[in-house]
């Protein structure tokens, strides 16, 4: 199974931006899908972003369209998620989780994911 670790969050001004990544050990990504998701204090864990490494196709929660990019390095085997545009909604812990296959029509159900990491706290504030 394979083992995934956050990094890259912080506290940034709204309107900044981050990036945040995802480092992938125990296997290669070769047919997986990763996802991002995050969890705001005393809400519930939702879905931001998911890529399907096989064939690159992506998805994100409307919230962040046009704003949060996910993508991925093979030689790295490391999943990142740019986001711009940040505002204090986005605050939250982000975590990383990693299924086999396609990221599929319900890649915001954490059940999807057996693996995940072990969450960056993001702040947006002034």
């Known amino acids: 199974q394979v083992q995934l670790v956050e990094s890259g969050g912080g506290l940034v001004q709204p309107g900044g931006s981050l990036r945040l990544s995802c480092a992938a050990s125990g296997s290669t990504l070769d047919n997986y899908a990763i996802g991002w998701f995050r969890q705001a204090p005393g809400k519930e864990r939702e879905g931001v972003s998911c890529?399907?490494?096989?064939?690159?196709?992506?998805y994100y929660v409307d919230s962040v369209k046009g704003r949060f990019t996910i993508s991925r390095a093979n030689a790295k085997n490391t999943v990142y998620l740019q986001m711009n545009s940040l505002t204090p909604e986005d605050t939250a812990v982000y975590y990383c989780a990693g299924g086999y296959g396609s990221c599929g029509n319900v890649w915001y159900n954490r059940l999807r994911f057996g693996s995940w990491g072990q969450g960056t706290q993001v702040t947006v504030s002034s």
């Open positions: 890529i399907t490494t096989a064939d690159g196709s992506t």
